[in-house]
């Protein structure tokens, strides 16, 4: 007849049988793959403590102690694993994690091999009351390590568990209690049964790991420990390129990405609570504009504040990155205002701009030119060479133009081979010098094409508009293409003032 011992075991490797199936068949998370692990280990012990109590050999007991030995030796290493997880540290790479197994996988190989291998074991022996059964190591050099190694992971689990204890939201730290009273349960269990000197013990592990493993998957399913959310922080918020800062409402330091701490250093060496100053700077900007790996970066700064209960405990700052966008709007920007062959302004733009600048509150007290060139003879060398060479020429020449000119001289295409260059603050003489100095370099420059070199010469008309006087740009350019006309009639290659 079974005995009371033997019946409760029985039940715990049911129950833990069913947590195994129920683990396995609703896996949902990446997190859920070393809750598995816990709840496999957990089978493997309870199943080979109900053999060990039931046996009636050394030999079969010491079999079941083999089936025991796999699960007890990593269970405890995958509990810290899976704790880590909740709380969203950063997994280990390969080589971090087979140095953790290290230790679990030699001391289970040294206690396999007993009695070839005396590391774990230094002898065993069997006891047999008429009721149950036991089989007792007496421990070796291999068994002391797996105590204390799985003793540290223990306390670095229920470390973490109560540096966290207090964060978060109600759900959070009802989850942290849970997870503590877990972890707990066979901890405490298994002192004791490391304390007791009854080699017939009822050994109660079995069971407390069932309930620490229901305990956990309470927490699961019914607290959404491994929910969508817990697993989105670690997942996309880490690896987008958006900078994500949590923060209280005086920008203290609360959680930041990888991104924000590329793109404020002061995050990587920061305590939570303390000041964020390189963040707080922006504090009233909606948009953020900086240098970052020899690249401009633009984004767009979104505070959206945390209520809790009611009240804003914090704010969540993201920093969107749109600097592809910004990017795309300057070469549509481009493509609208310049010309696509010359690389200045088009017809346009130009105006846009230069009756901007006239109409500005300062233009009043300046004296303004206009120059309009044309470029001498230009319909004999498209003739003659081919409107590809044409090309060629008119792109050098706009070059050579817009590189004579101050920065805030606007230079333009007016039309055909027409260039339109409106220059401010400056006198009737400097324009004419201007003018001769760029209509000598232009004489002077030789202008490659294939196996040809050309010499191309221009004419330029001037127009000006004097200070305190009303500044028309229609007006400007009348007079500078009457003053070109004039140039052109009087032999090209010449500039020419106009004069009323």
């Excluded at 050999?57 to 030995?69: C, V, Y």
């Excluded at 900078?243 to 991104?259: K, M, R, T």
């Excluded at 050579?400 to 027409?418: C, L």
């Amino acid at each position: 007849m079974l005995n009371i011992y033997v019946c409760f075991m029985i039940l715990s490797t049911i129950v833990s049988t069913i947590l195994l199936i129920y683990t396995v068949r609703t896996h949902n998370s990446e997190r859920s793959l070393f809750l598995i692990y816990i709840s496999i280990f957990s089978f493997l012990y309870t199943f080979g403590y109900l053999l060990e109590i039931t046996s009636s050999s050394l030999e079969a007991a010491f079999t079941s102690i083999r089936i025991q030995k796999i699960g007890s030796l990593t269970i405890i290493l995958f509990v810290y694993l899976f704790i880590r997880d909740v709380y969203g540290k950063k997994r280990f790479s390969g080589l971090r994690y087979a140095a953790l197994l290290a230790i679990p996988v030699l001391n289970l190989i040294t206690a396999q091999a007993f009695p070839w291998s005396k590391l774990h074991y230094t002898s065993i022996e069997y006891f047999h009351d008429g009721m149950i059964a036991n089989c007792h190591g007496y421990a070796g050099i291999g068994n002391y390590i797996a105590i204390v190694y799985n003793f540290i992971l223990i306390f670095l689990s229920i470390g973490l568990i109560l540096k966290n204890i207090n964060r978060g939201t109600k759900l959070r730290k009802k989850q942290n209690f849970i997870m503590l009273i877990a972890i707990l349960i066979p901890f405490t269990v298994n002192i004791y049964h490391s304390l007791s000197y009854n080699r017939l013990r009822i050994d109660l592990n079995p069971f407390a790991l069932s309930i620490f493993v229901a305990l956990f998957l309470y927490s699961v399913k019914r607290q959404n420990l491994l929910n969508s959310v817990s697993l989105a922080r670690n997942q996309v918020i880490e690896s987008m390129s958006d900078v994500f800062i949590v923060c209280g409402n005086d920008y203290s330091f609360l959680d930041a990405n990888q991104a924000a701490k590329q793109l404020f250093p002061e995050l990587n060496t920061l305590l939570p609570g303390e000041i964020m100053e390189q963040v707080k700077r922006f504090e009233n900007e909606t948009e953020l504009s900086i240098q970052l790996d020899n690249e401009m970066r633009f984004y767009k700064i979104n505070k959206t504040p945390i209520i809790q209960n009611n009240k804003h405990e914090s704010i969540c700052i993201v920093f969107h990155d749109i600097t592809e966008k910004e990017n795309e709007l300057k070469n549509l920007y481009g493509k609208a205002s310049f010309d696509p062959l010359m690389h200045i302004y088009n017809r346009a733009t130009f105006f846009d701009l230069a009756k901007s600048m006239l109409s500005s509150d300062e233009a009043r007290k300046q004296t303004y030119a206009l120059l309009m060139i044309d470029l001498d003879n230009f319909k004999r060398v498209n003739d003659t060479y081919g409107h590809a060479c044409g090309d060629v020429v008119l792109e050098n020449i706009a070059v050579t133009i817009k590189g004579h000119f101050r920065k805030n001289d606007i230079v333009g295409r007016y039309g055909g081979e027409e260039i339109v260059a409106l220059l401010e603050n400056i006198s009737a003489s400097q324009a004419f010098i201007a003018s001769e100095k760029l209509r000598k370099i232009i004489e002077n420059t030789i202008i490659p094409y294939q196996e040809t070199e050309l010499n191309i010469t221009i004419s330029i008309g001037i127009s000006l508009s004097l200070a305190y006087e009303t500044h028309s740009l229609e007006d400007m350019l009348a007079k500078a293409d009457s003053a070109l006309y004039k140039a052109k009639n009087s032999g090209r290659n010449r500039s020419c003032m106009f004069e009323e």
